[in-house]
Every structure is written in C-alpha cells, then in structure tokens.
C-alpha cells in the first residue's frame, strides 16, 4: 500500500527556536549535511523540519531521532530522504520503499510530504 | 516531584504554545489536544534538559513521552534517577 505523510511548519518559529536554544537545537535535530546548506536560512531549516515530521507521520515513526531523518539536496536542487538508525530500521521493519518527498516554503511558512510504499503497513 | 510538576508547568507556559493555561491544566490532560505542536514539542524537551540537567535518549522522544504533564514528570523522574 502507499502512505503519505505531511507538514506545516511557521519559519518564525523555527528561527525563534534557532535564537532561543542555538546550537542545542540545531545539532538535535538536523544533520551536519543539512545544516552545511540550509544553517542561516530558516525557510530552508523549516522546510527540512517539516519533512522529517511528515516521514514521522508516514511511516508512523515514533522513538526516533530527528537528525536520524535527514534531507540529502541533490546537485539539481531537488530534495530526497534518507533514513538512519532507529528510523531506517522502524522502516525496513514495515517494508517501506520508494520515499518521495517534496518541499515548498513561503512568506511565513513552509510545508513536506512524504509518500512510500509500505508493504507491510 | 510536585516541585518537577510546577517547573514543568513553567516550561509548558514558556514553550508548549498551549491554548490553555499551563498553570491549570490538570496532569492528565492531552497536550497536542492543548494546542502543542510537534515543533512546540522539541522547544520543550530543549527547556526540559536545560531545567532538569538530563539528555532525552532518541528511544524517548515520543509522542507519549510529551502528551501530558504527568507523563513528562515521569519521564523526568526516570530521567534523574540515579542522578
């Protein structure tokens, strides 16, 4: 079957919780990769939060880090997922392949989804 | 641990971006049904590990570990046992 899971997230938010906790939240929940690209652009920030929420939802992952869900940006631009740890084991223990993503952020916010197959959801 | 129950409280009117008051709602109550988001979430573990001087473990960073105040003071009981 296929799953599917979104997020909205407020890029003010993201940037108050950058200015309020700094690197302790920065290091928690994205990766080096991530944060080498997207560390001074909250809309960026936002945006990969909300795709690591809407893998959550998707593959209904719970107990898992979020810098164990990282957004790898491709040469062209284009955003894909990768799974580690304890969320890419919760994910192979479901039969989840084929992880698509897509990202869009605007003004105030920025949004993810996630669809997989899921063969064992 | 009613002293971990009024500093949590703290930390939920600080961070938790309820709708409701963090100082009157009562232990029980459903905290993402109070307006908390996933995000809001991490902004208060953040402040949890600051106050209580712990690290939450990736294994509980759930859902369940943040849906309620007595559910968080357990967890930091758990947390600072030991300690």
Same mark, same amino acid.
């Given at each position: 079957?296929m799953?599917?899971?979104?997020d909205? /997230?407020?890029?003010?938010?993201?940037?108050e919780? /950058?200015?309020?906790?700094?690197?302790?939240?920065?290091? =928690?929940v994205?990766?080096?990769g991530e %944060?080498?690209?997207a560390?001074a652009?909250?809309?960026?920030?936002?945006?990969?939060?909300?795709?690591?929420?809407?893998?959550?939802?998707?593959?209904? %992952?719970d107990? /898992?880090?979020?810098?164990?869900?990282?957004?790898?940006r =491709?040469?062209?631009?284009?955003c894909? %997922?990768?799974?580690h740890?304890? #969320? =890419?084991? #919760?994910?192979?223990?479901?039969?989840?392949?084929?992880?698509?993503l897509? %990202?869009?952020?605007?003004?105030?916010? #920025?949004?993810?989804?996630?669809?997989?197959?899921?063969e064992?959801? | 641990?009613?002293?971990?129950?009024?500093?949590?409280?703290?930390i939920?009117?600080?961070?938790?971006r309820?709708?409701?008051?963090a100082?009157?709602?009562?232990?029980s109550?459903?905290?993402y049904q109070?307006?908390?988001?996933s995000?809001a979430?991490?902004?208060v573990?953040l402040?949890?590990e600051?106050?209580?001087?712990?690290?939450?473990?990736?294994?509980?960073?759930?859902?369940?570990?943040?849906?309620?105040?007595?559910?968080?003071?357990?967890?930091?009981?758990?947390?600072?046992?030991?300690?």
């Amino acid at each position: 079957m296929m799953v599917v899971g979104i997020d909205l /997230v407020s890029i003010a938010r993201i940037a108050e919780s /950058v200015a309020t906790f700094g690197d302790k939240f920065l290091a =928690r929940v994205f990766t080096a990769g991530e %944060l080498a690209y997207a560390r001074a652009k909250p809309d960026s920030l936002a945006a990969r939060f909300a795709a690591k929420e809407a893998t959550k939802k998707a593959l209904q %992952l719970d107990g /898992v880090g979020w810098n164990e869900i990282e957004v790898v940006r =491709r040469p062209s631009g284009a955003c894909e %997922l990768q799974l580690h740890g304890a #969320a =890419r084991a #919760a994910a192979d223990a479901i039969g989840a392949t084929d992880l698509a993503l897509s %990202l869009s952020h605007e003004d105030n916010y #920025a949004t993810a989804i996630v669809v997989a197959r899921c063969e064992k959801a | 641990m009613s002293e971990n129950v009024g500093k949590i409280r703290s930390i939920l009117k600080e961070h938790g971006r309820l709708t409701k008051d963090a100082e009157s709602l009562e232990e029980s109550a459903d905290l993402y049904q109070a307006g908390m988001t996933s995000h809001a979430s991490v902004n208060v573990m953040l402040a949890l590990e600051g106050e209580f001087d712990v690290e939450f473990p990736d294994s509980m960073l759930k859902r369940s570990s943040f849906e309620s105040i007595s559910a968080i003071s357990s967890v930091i009981t758990e947390l600072t046992a030991g300690k």
